[in-house]
């Protein structure tokens, strides 16, 4: 079954206290995406990579990072979490020329 | 910046009725536009997809019409049914290497 994997789907943290969201897919997709979902503000896209080793910045990235070292992983990291990087965060990918790109089941993360 | 935007954020429609979820943009070099679904606790799902050259395409039940004068978008669904309630969002992207904007989405809630 095509689809994209998100480990963990929930995550309660503490300020300070890294810790990495991994995603997944098995389609073969070049691009891969973050984004992040808050109420009233919709989808905002924090990192892309149109390929391996090829990452890039999206609306807001202050405070994640991000790496491709394999065409299937797109893990997000946070270094040093915060109380307002407390979210829904989704992971997606697509074909580098498709507009169908396929979302996963997201990750709740809270920051205490 | 630019942005996507929806003029509606809820809308309540009965079932049988055509619904109609409008989005205004303001980048007017955006080479496509896009709708997704999120039904709730699900990540968002690709419904269709139009490009700046075309000003309507239909797909199952679902009609998208692009006004590039006036920069509006929207999505018909016809019959609406209870399986069409959720949060719809229009996206754009210009060129292929590049993000995907996302509007703030409006909410479409079936009365049976």
Known sequence: ?112 | GESVGLHLPTLSVQEGDNSIINCAYSNSASDYFIWYKQESGKGPQFIIDIRSNMDKRQGQRVTVLLNKTVKHLSLQIAATQPGDSAVYFCAERTGTASKLTFGTGTRLQVTL
Request: charge should be positive; aromatic fraction near 12%; hydrophobic fraction near 30%.
């Open chain 1, 1 to 112: 079954e095509a689809q994209v994997t998100q480990n963990p789907r929930y995550l309660i943290t503490v300020t300070g206290k890294k810790l990495t969201v991994t995603c997944s897919q098995n389609m073969n997709h070049e691009y891969m995406s973050w984004y992040r979902q808050d109420p009233g503000l919709g989808l905002r896209q924090i990192y892309y990579s149109m390929n391996v080793e090829v990452t890039d910045k999206g609306d807001v990235p202050e405070g994640y990072k991000v790496s491709r070292k394999e065409k299937r992983n797109f893990p997000l990291i946070l270094e040093s979490p915060s109380p307002n990087q407390t979210s829904l965060y989704f992971c997606a990918s697509r074909r580098w020329d498709g507009n169908e790109q396929f979302f996963g089941p997201g990750t709740r993360l809270t920051v205490l």
